[in-house]
């Protein structure tokens, strides 16, 4: 059976605005999210956060439930307008009181908590008072927040996460339209993109400056990638894979790990990619202790011809493929997810080798990876056989990334139970626990039960 390395850190993962519920209560402010669902066509059956999984109100249950389960490792989002309901000013006493009393609690039963500060529940007023991610303020106004937090929290939270996935921030937010706020363009999500990025550098710069030393915790970022392998040995090819990657991955990495965008989007884009002050390069550079990685899919990436429709049977999300000149595609032979996503292992070790070598061997923490399938609940059970199937076959492929010399330090299953999936609504299960959401019950999958072993025998 494989091991990892000692110490090795096994999680799970969820969001605020996929579980909480308690939408309106505590003095929370609404969020983008709050607001987008109630337009109508923007998610799956008109599905909203209201109620969620009542997380606000059944996390005691929750974290017994992970306790049950042998969990060290739990990673979770704050709900910013829980803090701060408009984004701004003082913070607010009633969801100070929430996050401190899920942290003790989860530490009361030997959980490390693991705190992302924004997981896409931009507070409404900074949306539309401001204009959201397009305005350069929003850097300042984030530090605040993430002052705050810092400092409520951060005698107990060892371990943060500035954003979750920027990229889905700007393409999905900016470009297609299909998450909140829903707009559609080829330019914001450069611009989104970008003041993502100083914000981040802001937060690090506050935790850095103020508290680092006297907390001792570490402050990091978690990007999403899926994997690009060439669709043929043709140079034209494999350049069109690299370059999806750079597109993909390097949009945010690059700054973080070497100061600056990748030289091919500079190129490709002009003056639609915004451009970083001295300043911001500084603060930008080595502004990551780890190398946070939310990982689901595999798509085959080719030069696009003339002509070519390059969203024609789309599978998964390129970003802005015009701007890139890539098209994707699938091996049919490929298994996919309820999602649509296909189901390829190795693309995960290759990317943990592409990003060990381009940003010379950082440590990676694999924050999120998972898969939805429908379930069925038989006699109080769920026999999720192609769940348990997909974390096998990913974690493997994690154990043989470590082997060739990658410096993996975690993995983060997501998620611990069923959850508001965005534009999905409820409709997508990623969980370990299946989420009666009528009643709110939970019932463990067979893939908690599995993961439990992993986690109590540090491998499978
Ligand atoms: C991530 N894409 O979202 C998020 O961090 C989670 O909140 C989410 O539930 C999970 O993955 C499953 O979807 C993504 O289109 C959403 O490439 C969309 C994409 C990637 C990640």
């Not at 371990?159 to 470009?175: D, K, R």
């Not at 915790?217 to 034209?236: F, K, V």
Request: overall charge negative.
């Amino acid at each position: 059976m494989p091991h990892f390395p000692e110490g090795f850190i096994w999680g799970t993962s969820t969001s605020s605005f996929q579980i909480e519920g308690a939408w309106d209560k505590g003095g929370k402010g609404p969020s983008i999210w709050d607001a987008f669902c109630r337009i109508p066509g923007r998610v799956h059956q008109g599905d909203t956060g209201e109620i969620a999984c009542d997380h606000y109100h059944r996390y005691p249950e929750d974290i017994a439930r992970m306790a049950e389960m042998g969990l060290k490792h739990y990673r979770f989002s704050i709900s910013w307008p829980r803090i701060q309901p408009d984004g701004k000013g003082k913070p607010n006493p009633e969801g100070i009181r929430f996050y401190s009393e899920l942290i003790d609690r989860l530490l009361a039963h030997g959980i490390t908590p693991w705190v992302t500060l924004y997981h896409w529940d931009l507070p409404l007023a900074l949306q539309m008072e401001d204009d959201g991610w397009l305005n350069p303020d929003i850097a300042t106004y984030f530090r605040r927040y993430a002052e705050i937090c810092f400092e409520a929290f951060g005698d107990r939270v060892k371990h943060w996460i500035t954003l979750n996935e920027p990229w889905v921030v700007a393409i999905l937010g900016y470009g297609q339209g299909t998450f909140a706020p829903g707009r559609i363009s080829n330019r914001e999500p450069y611009v989104v993109g970008h003041h993502l990025l100083r914000a981040h550098a802001e937060a690090v710069d506050c935790y850095r400056t103020q508290f680092q030393a006297r907390q001792g915790g570490r402050i990091g970022i978690t990007n999403n990638a899926d994997w690009r392998e060439p669709l043929t040995d043709s140079a034209e090819d494999k350049a069109a894979a690299e370059r999806a990657l750079e597109f993909f991955l390097g949009w945010f990495a690059d700054p973080v790990y070497r100061g600056d965008y990748p030289a091919v989007m500079r190129e490709r884009l002009g003056e639609r990619l915004p451009t970083f002050s001295e300043a911001e390069k500084v603060k930008l550079t080595g502004s990551s202790d780890f190398f946070g990685l939310n990982h689901y899919t595999t798509s085959y990436a080719a030069q696009a011809q003339p002509g070519d429709d390059l969203y024609a049977g789309i599978y998964g999300n390129g970003g802005l493929s015009e701007d890139q000149a890539v098209k994707l595609s699938a091996d049919p032979t490929w298994e996919k997810t309820s999602m649509g996503w296909t189901i390829v292992p190795w693309g995960c070790r290759k990317l943990l080798q592409w990003i060990d070598a381009r940003y010379g061997r950082p440590e990676i923490i694999i924050t999120e990876n998972g898969c939805a399938f429908d379930d069925v609940v038989e006699d109080g059970a769920v026999h999720d056989q192609r769940r348990i199937d997909f974390a096998r076959g990913y974690i493997s492929a994690c154990h043989e990334a470590i082997a060739a010399g990658v410096n993996l330090s975690g993995y983060f299953l997501w998620s611990f139970m069923d959850n508001f999936e965005w534009a999905s609504g409820y409709s997508k299960r990623f969980g370990l626990h299946h989420v009666d959401f009528a009643t709110g019950t939970r019932t463990p999958k067979d893939s908690a039960h599995w993961y439990a072993r992993v986690i109590r025998e540090n491998g499978w």
